[in-house]
T-cell receptor, first 116, second 113 residues
Framework: GAVVSQHPSRVICKSGTSVKIECRSL??????MFWYRQFPKKSLMLMAT?????????EQGVEKDKFLINHASLTLSTLTVTSAHPEDSSFYIC????????????FGPGTRLTVL | EDQVTQSPEALRLQEGESSSLNCSYT??????LFWYRQDPGKGPEFLFT???AGEEKEKERLKATLTKKESFLHITAPKPEDSATYLC??????????????FGKGTLLTVNP
């Protein structure tokens, strides 16, 4: 149980284009989903928290107009990187917290974004 | 501000050589301390949650313990497949935190056969 998927696993795009990453909870309903960014050999940095049906809460320093988050259902959240630039290249990971049981967050496998 | 410090940054062990990883934390009202395992190019895999000082949890060769200031992840007789980065994270109990986790930088464990 508690499986989270992400799609795509890898994406390469040109500078100036937008990229959408999907995060799905496969076997549970996720009231809250989180988006993280991870640089090589660095730890996870929380970008934003999204609750189903409401606006995402962004961490300080994260541009909400650049990283659009939508949590339209209890099993799906999307992150859209708008007008991507090479400095947006990174490993993006989502996590989900279910409506049941404690406080554990279960992570997706991550999406490697490369902006040329 | 919540802070999590993990040590050592990297640890090399021979197969069968037991050791411990440390996670020290500063948080206003600990709601939970979490251990995750992360393999290269993958998302973190949940291992344990600890909620109060004195609590211990075990899973196969891993045992996690918690005090009021730190947590240890003990690895008994490790195998090469235990090689990974081990991440520690804390969740604060302050209102409005919305369950967010603050992560340490991780310990890269390498177990040689």
């Amino acid at each position: 149980g508690a499986v989270v998927s992400q799609h795509p696993s890898r994406v390469i795009c040109k500078s100036g284009t937008s990229v959408k990453i999907e995060c799905r909870s496969l076997d549970f309903q996720a009231t809250t989903m989180f988006w993280y960014r991870q640089f090589p050999k660095k730890s996870l940095m929380l970008m934003a928290t999204s609750n189903e049906g409401s606006k995402a809460t962004y961490e300080q320093g994260v541009e909400k107009d650049k990283f659009l988050i939508n949590h339209a259902s209890l099993t799906l959240s999307t992150l859209t990187v708008t007008s991507a630039h090479p400095e947006d290249s990174s490993f993006y990971i989502c996590s989900a917290k279910g409506t049941y049981d404690y406080n554990e967050q279960f992570f997706g496998p991550g999406t490697r974004l490369t902006v040329l | 501000e919540d802070q999590v410090t993990q040590s050592p940054e990297a640890l090399r062990l021979q197969e069968g050589e037991s050791s411990s990883l440390n996670c020290s934390y500063t948080v206003s009202g600990l709601r939970g301390l979490f251990w995750y395992r992360q393999d290269p190019g993958k998302g973190p895999e949940f291992l344990f949650t600890l909620y109060s000082a004195g609590e211990e949890k075990e899973k196969e060769r891993l045992k996690a313990t918690l005090t009021k200031k730190e947590s240890f992840l003990h690895i008994t007789a490790p195998k090469p497949e235990d090689s990974a980065t081990y991440l520690c994270a804390v969740q604060a109990g302050s209102g409005g935190s919305n369950y967010k986790l603050t992560f340490g930088k991780g310990t890269l464990l390498t177990v040689n056969p």
